[in-house]
């Protein structure tokens, strides 16, 4: 383990892994300390000027350690949604609906007990997520597309899984996408997409599988590595 101090002053824990790798990766730990891999050939002074580029990422990354054990439950006074969390205000209404606005989530009701409030929060928090999946996948088959190649028709489930963040049956075009991402950030969801896309050309998690995911979303491992 290495320290390394931030233009800032503030310092992080590193460990550096060397291995043949293209690029230099970097996957913030559940201990909040670093992992970084990279080939020989990158200098530990290019790899540390990369840790500072990135402190922001790495900032916000700790931040959702932190606030992980909380993500699991729907709480009435606030809600984590695409690496946010928003602080809920209810306003009686006769409409029974919550929206997100001006930085907040508003629910709309005129039954305010808690127990309603978060059935309209699991309500907004599945449609919403719903539609990013929608355009998540149109946005995966229209760059594949773009680059010759032809994704077969596929249907795109969302659920709750326990151990898995996504799924592909390839036989079958059938994507499984955890509902439980809808409390990471947008291109985290994507990674997974693009992970599950993948495995159409390649069935296993093959170097080859790597590659094809390093050339059509290159920031993959950045963040992908935050659901490790
Ligand atoms: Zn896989």
Not at 97 to 116: G, N
Not at 128 to 151: H, K, W, Y
């Amino acid at each position: 383990m290495k320290t390394l101090k931030f233009p800032d002053g503030s310092e992080i824990l590193y460990e550096l892994t060397r291995k043949p790798v293209r690029n230099i990766n970097l996957r913030v730990k559940e201990d909040g300390t670093l992992r970084i891999s990279a080939n020989n050939r990158v200098s530990v002074k290019r790899i540390e000027d990369f840790i500072i580029s990135e402190q922001d990422f790495i900032r916000r990354a700790i931040e959702r350690l932190n606030a992980r054990s909380k993500e699991a439950e729907i709480n009435s006074d606030r809600l984590r949604w695409l690496d946010r969390e928003y602080p809920v205000r209810v306003i009686m209404s006769s409409r029974e609906s919550a929206v997100l606005e001006q930085q907040e989530i508003r629910v709309f009701t005129r039954f305010p007990d808690p127990e309603h409030i978060r059935q309209l929060l699991r309500s907004f928090l599945s449609d919403s997520f719903t539609s990013l999946c929608r355009e998540l996948n149109d946005e995966v088959r229209a760059a594949l597309i773009s680059r010759g190649l032809n994704p077969p028709p596929t249907l795109v489930t969302i659920k709750d899984m326990k151990s898995r963040w996504g799924s592909c049956t390839w036989t079958k075009g059938h994507i499984s996408i955890n509902s439980r991402l809808a409390a990471y950030p947008r291109e985290t969801v994507l990674s997974v997409f693009w992970h599950e896309y993948a495995h159409y050309w390649h069935h296993d998690h093959s170097p080859r599988f790597y590659a094809f995911l390093e050339q059509h979303y290159p920031e993959y491992h950045k963040w992908n590595s935050l659901l490790k």
